[in-house]
């Protein structure tokens, strides 16, 4: 089985700063692409960040210049860097993983169970 588990939300004022964790855990053979994405009641779930196994990153438009996605390799854990948070960055954030857990297998998707993020003053 793999397992993702998040970490690191809370409450912060505006321009405040939070740092999550997602770490990996099973049977895993290569890990193709990790990312986070966030999600309020009543809409749909969005991309926030993506890293590849090779160190790729991509980012969403809102949250370029504030957020920062890093990974170590040999823990299987995935970061998310949030600097200068706004009210809007509310939202439960999942770690999502597409990864081989067997060499004869094909990738697929995981997620976390998510951590809230709520921001306010």
């Known amino acids: 089985q793999v397992q993702l588990v998040e970490s690191g939300g809370g409450l912060v004022q505006p321009g405040g700063s939070l740092r999550l964790s997602c770490a990996a855990s099973?049977?895993?053979?290569?890990?193709?692409?990790m990312g986070w994405y966030r999600q309020v009641p009543g809409k749909q779930r969005e991309q926030v960040a993506s890293?590849?196994?090779?160190?790729?990153?991509n980012y969403a438009d809102s949250v370029k210049g504030r957020f920062t996605i890093s990974r170590d390799n040999a823990k299987n854990t995935v970061y998310l860097q949030m600097n200068s948070l706004k009210p809007e960055d509310t939202a439960v954030y999942y770690c999502?993983?597409?990864?081989?857990?067997?060499?004869?297998?094909?990738?697929?998707?995981?997620w976390g169970q998510g951590t809230q993020v709520t921001v306010s003053s």
């Open positions: 999502n993983a597409d990864l081989r857990s067997l060499p004869t297998t094909r990738s697929r998707d995981y």
């Open positions: 099973g049977s895993i053979f290569s890990i193709i692409a």
């Open positions: 890293i590849t196994g090779v160190g790729r990153t």
